[in-house]
């Protein structure tokens, strides 16, 4: 499986910014995906994941501003993130959880939040 994410980038306070993620290869089954984020000098944190058809789940501070949605026939997820802080500045990375039960990552990408 490989994850190719796009849509990082700037964005001042209160902005928003939209991420994709495109899954790709054969013989697989995605189960979950979902996104992570790590900033500097942090362990990487879940922010948002979604099962297939499933009710989605989200990090408590992302809750109300962000959302995650999934094409299941594109095994595309894209994650809008709106009402922007400083503190979702942070590397995006995609995820995705496989009916093997093997974890794929992406790229990451990058979002910064300034003024």
């Known amino acids: 499986v490989q994850l190719q994410a796009s849509g990082g980038g700037f964005a001042q306070p209160g902005g928003s910014l939209r991420l994709s993620c495109a899954a790709s290869?054969?013989?697989?089954?995605?189960?979950?995906m979902g996104w992570y984020r790590q900033a500097p000098g942090m362990q990487r944190e879940l922010v948002a994941v979604k099962t297939r058809g499933g009710r989605p789940n989200y990090k408590d501070s992302v809750k109300g501003r962000f959302t995650i949605s999934r094409d299941n026939a594109k095994n595309t997820v894209y994650l809008q993130m709106d009402s922007l802080k400083p503190e979702d500045t942070a590397v995006y990375y995609c995820?995705?959880?496989?009916?093997?039960?093997?974890?794929?990552w992406g790229q990451g990408t990058l979002v910064t939040v300034s003024s």
């Open positions: 290869g054969s013989g697989f089954n995605i189960v979950v």
């Open positions: 995820n995705a959880f496989t009916e093997a039960r093997d974890h794929y």
